[in-house]
């Protein structure tokens, strides 16, 4: 049994969420009889048209088509104008009569591009949900609508980032119930990528359109349409090395469109922000066949600490040729290039207890919390690069086949400074450097996507192949400075520089060594089959096989390898929704599988197997009120089982059978309540605890496991009076309970304190151009996140933007 226990932040953000959950019961509505009217929306070419906006003319009844270009309204009987319209798309009207009781279907509603700008997620209107995505292609690797899928995942819209004034990916998951930042990206070659906790455990960003795209720096936001957050394990169809058991992280990409147009954009703000950037789309030919899109950006900003900084650029092209209405063939690339000296992480000495250092709270340490505590010389020069390519081949009216290529490749080499806190008032100053450090992952994924009937059941299916090659070539290597006081007037901190540890390196004193070069080929195979028992009752099923060779380590000096072994693993999932109300409410329940492949054998000499994951999951879904309220509830429990643990009888061997087990609620609102007012918030709480697992740890959170309670809120508002159209303002912020980053018997307990942090816009949208001011964090207040460690995070922060469209 789940024991939930808040205080009084934690219940005031409670309220927020369940007054916002209520609000359709205080909503009239006439008590004519009403009917439905639903059709689909395609593009010039015969596509589906995503996010357009659809209206019943002199009625309050709007909605937006998914991504399979469907949609339904609801209205009382009678003749109306169907309005159909889109940024960088000619407004159509089409007569519809509605009967009571019966649905309207209108066919053949195709609408064309003009010039009036970008193709692209800005809905145009204030009477829609603008933040809501009711259809995904990725997380089922096939089309599938949000109450049509078994499984929870929370989908980031463009229109949020840009309202929200945010230019990072690392910043736009905040709006992810349950998904909590760790560790900020360093941008270190085969690492660097910011490190989330998600249902209990440790999640990353390694996914791009459904394949692997790992960014190793911090990712600019510049090339993103949405951001989808998949929640639970999730190895069927996406395999064990980009996802964990709390779920994983899918950047969707903007794509190019069959019209000229563009925007420019330029934010500046404190702590010397400056960025500029720009999204320019174009046809290279007359017939619209080769369609080429840039985005590209640049952003020079220093830390809140006196000598952090951070200089990137961000080039993504992208290329789409169609070759007919049955193939065309895509290539995009996405390019970052950075140099930082990083913001100051603390650790905690090895073998040092949480009594020897004196506290067991990160506020109760003597930190300078805007002090670096070493030279703006020791950064580092990264690079992460990712290509892709895809061939999309229309089979039949029943079957396509889509055949992917990904290479994403990391370089990083320069310094990496951090502290490791040895009282409440001293730290020793280390460094971690990588030296020409590279990771190249390689991808190669062909899946056939079928949609036919058997009988009178719907089938939906991929069946799909998938190479995942790793080629690691990585060289870290560190030591240490010295001691320094936390705080001092006297002491010479800027000592602690590039001239100073360069020498020391220079002369061969290395601390340590840490060559990292190997490679990984894992072979899998997977099929997944969606299907309608009737038309509200779907079932789903898959299984994926995955072959692991790993060829072990080489040995620099001698370039023999170790440690190689070779492992085979299944993962099934399956899914079961049934409509309640069709098309509005779901109710849903899933079993889904994750592992980890383990090397090694126990005393007796029998190999390990993969550690595996096993998650139940139910809740409810609803889409309602003529979509004005989304929402997911849910109820998860996750098992981990073979464990790896030290065996108590044997030292230096380690025994398969420990286990962990995480459990937790949910809650997710995208609402808008009235004309103009848009609304995401979300409530997650996790019990997550080891068990069967060492003296030391047996029965406590896992220190990586984050705060047991998160909360996030945002609420718009959009003038509606006729000279304040365009003008609209935001407030909103992020809750999190106390933190236990280090949490053992031995070590003792070491806390992140709580904290609520709010975040407010303004902004002024006339289509042609856009002005939005924002403050984050505008109570100023200090905070840490934590990977096992006490990372200071960003304080108030103003930032002003202007974009220009064309």
Same mark, same amino acid.
């Given at each position: 049994m789940i024991k939930l226990s808040t205080n009084k932040s934690t219940q005031f953000l409670i309220y927020i969420l369940a007054a916002v959950l209520s609000f359709g019961s205080t909503v009239s509505y006439a008590q004519t009889p009403k009917g439905t009217v639903k059709g689909k929306v395609i593009n010039a070419e015969g596509k589906a048209a995503d996010n357009v906006t659809v209206s019943l003319k002199s009625t309050g009844s709007v909605t937006v088509t998914g991504e399979d270009g469907i949609f339904s309204l609801k209205a009382p009987a009678g003749n109306y104008k169907l309005s159909i319209s889109h940024v960088g798309m000619q407004t159509k009207e089409v007569d519809v009569e509605i009967t009571a009781g019966k649905t309207t279907v209108v066919n053949d509603l195709t609408i064309s591009l003009n010039s009036s700008g970008l193709q692209e997620v800005t809905v145009k209107g204030d009477k829609v949900n603008r933040f809501k995505r009711k259809v995904s292609t990725d997380v089922a690797k096939m089309p599938l609508a949000n109450l049509e899928n078994a499984q929870s995942y929370t989908s980031i819209s463009r229109e949020l980032l840009t309202e929200q004034n945010l230019f990072t990916a690392d910043e736009a998951v905040k709006n992810v119930s349950g998904l909590q930042k760790m560790w900020d990206a360093t941008g270190r070659g085969g690492d660097g990528g910011s490190y989330y906790t998600l249902r209990g455990f440790v999640v990353q960003t390694q996914l791009r359109n459904g394949v692997a795209g790992n960014v190793t720096n911090s990712i600019d936001a510049i090339n993103l349409d949405r951001i989808e957050v998949i929640k639970g394990p999730s190895a069927t169809l996406f395999g064990s090395a980009v996802t964990s058991y709390g779920g994983l992280i899918n950047r969707v990409t903007k794509q190019p469109f069959d019209n000229t147009a563009g925007e420019i954009t330029?934010?500046?703000?404190?702590?010397?922000? #400056?960025?500029? %950037?720009?999204?320019?789309?174009?046809? *290279?030919?007359?017939?619209? @066949?080769?369609?080429?899109? =840039? /985005?590209?950006?640049?952003?020079?900003?220093?830390?809140?600490?006196?000598?952090?900084?951070?200089?990137?650029?961000?080039?993504?092209?992208?290329?789409?040729?169609?070759?007919?209405?049955?193939?065309?063939?895509?290539?995009?690339?996405?390019?970052?290039?950075?140099?930082?000296?990083?913001?100051?992480?603390?650790?905690?000495?090895?073998?040092?207890?949480?009594?020897?250092?004196?506290?067991?709270?990160?506020?109760?340490?003597?930190?300078?919390?805007?002090?670096?505590?070493?030279?703006?010389?020791?950064?580092?020069?990264?690079?992460?690069?990712?290509?892709?390519?895809?061939?999309?081949?229309?089979?039949?009216?029943?079957?396509?086949?889509?055949?992917?290529?990904?290479?994403? #490749?990391?370089? %990083?080499?320069?310094?990496?400074?951090? *502290?490791?806190?040895?009282? @409440?008032?001293?730290?020793? =100053? /280390?460094?971690?450097?990588?030296?020409?450090?590279?990771?190249?992952?390689?991808?190669?994924?062909?899946?056939f996507n079928g949609d036919f009937k058997i009988g009178k059941m719907r089938n939906r299916m991929v069946i799909g192949l998938d190479y995942y090659h790793v080629n690691s070539n990585q060289f870290f290597f560190g030591s240490s400075f010295g001691n320094a006081p936390l705080q001092s007037s006297t002491f010479n901190y800027s000592n602690f520089n590039k001239a100073n540890f360069g020498a020391i390196y220079d002369a061969g004193n290395y601390g340590f060594t840490y060559p990292l070069i190997y490679t990984s080929n894992t072979y899998s195979a997977y099929v997944s089959d969606v299907f309608n028992i009737t038309d509200r009752l779907i079932a789903s099923a898959a299984l994926r096989v995955d072959r692991f060779d790993y060829t072990g380590v080489e040995d620099a000096s001698t370039g023999i390898k170790s440690g190689g072994y070779k492992q085979t693993a299944w993962s099934p999932k399956f899914g079961l929704v049934y409509q309640l109300v069709k098309d509005h409410v779901s109710l849903f329940g899933n079993y889904q599988n994750g592992f980890k492949n383990q090397p090694g054998a126990d005393f007796a000499g029998n190999a390990f197997k993969p550690e595996q994951a096993n998650q139940i999951e139910g809740g409810v879904k609803l889409d309602v009120f003529d979509g004005k309220l989304s929402s997911t509830l849910s109820y998860y429990d996750i098992k981990v089982k073979d464990i790896l643990r030290a065996?108590?009888?044997?030292?230096?061997?380690?025994?398969?059978?420990?286990?962990?087990?995480?459990?937790?609620?949910?809650?997710?609102?995208?609402?808008?309540?009235?004309?103009?007012?848009?609304?995401?918030?979300?409530?997650?709480?996790?019990?997550?605890?080891?068990?069967?697992?060492?003296?030391?740890?047996?029965?406590?959170?896992?220190?990586?496991?984050?705060?047991?309670?998160?909360?996030?809120?945002?609420?718009?508002?959009?003038?509606?009076?006729?000279?304040?159209?365009?003008?609209?303002?935001?407030?909103?912020?992020?809750?999190?309970?106390?933190?236990?980053?280090?949490?053992?018997?031995?070590?003792?307990?070491?806390?992140?304190?709580?904290?609520?942090?709010?975040?407010?816009?303004?902004?002024?949208?006339?289509?042609?151009?856009r002005i939005g001011l924002s403050c984050n964090n505008f109570t100023n207040k200090e905070y840490y996140t934590g990977y096992s460690s006490v990372n200071p995070q960003m304080l108030r922060q103003y930032l002003a933007s202007f974009a220009f469209r064309f």
């Open positions: 330029y934010t500046g703000g404190s702590y010397g922000l #400056s960025r500029v %950037s720009a999204d320019v789309n174009t046809p *290279l030919d007359a017939q619209k @066949k080769v369609l080429f899109r =840039l /985005n590209t950006a640049y952003t020079n900003q220093n830390s809140f600490q006196d000598n952090g900084f951070s200089k990137s650029v961000a080039v993504a092209p992208s290329l789409l040729y169609r070759v007919s209405d049955k193939l065309s063939f895509q290539a995009e690339a996405e390019l970052f290039f950075g140099r930082n000296a990083l913001n100051t992480f603390y650790f905690f000495p090895y073998g040092q207890t949480i009594a020897q250092l004196g506290v067991s709270r990160a506020d109760d340490l003597n930190i300078d919390y805007t002090r670096s505590y070493y030279d703006k010389s020791l950064s580092q020069r990264s690079r992460s690069a990712n290509y892709f390519a895809q061939m999309n081949y229309k089979i039949s009216n029943s079957w396509k086949s889509t055949t992917s290529f990904t290479s994403a #490749s990391s370089f %990083s080499n320069g310094f990496g400074p951090y *502290l490791y806190l040895i009282s @409440k008032d001293s730290v020793s =100053l /280390n460094d971690q450097s990588t030296r020409n450090s590279k990771s190249t992952t390689t991808e190669v994924q062909q899946n065996d108590p009888a044997h030292p230096n061997f380690s025994i398969q059978n420990g286990t962990q087990v995480s459990k937790g609620l949910e809650a997710e609102v995208i609402a808008n309540p009235l004309t103009g007012l848009n609304v995401v918030a979300g409530f997650a709480y996790n019990d997550s605890k080891y068990i069967n697992s060492s003296a030391d740890v047996d029965g406590l959170r896992p220190g990586v496991a984050g705060s047991p309670y998160t909360a996030n809120l945002w609420v718009s508002y959009r003038l509606q009076a006729p000279k304040l159209k365009g003008l609209g303002v935001g407030f909103g912020g992020n809750y999190t309970s106390d933190n236990k980053v280090i949490n053992s018997r031995s070590q003792g307990v070491f806390i992140l304190p709580s904290y609520t942090i709010l975040n407010s816009t303004v902004f002024y949208d006339k289509g042609v151009y």
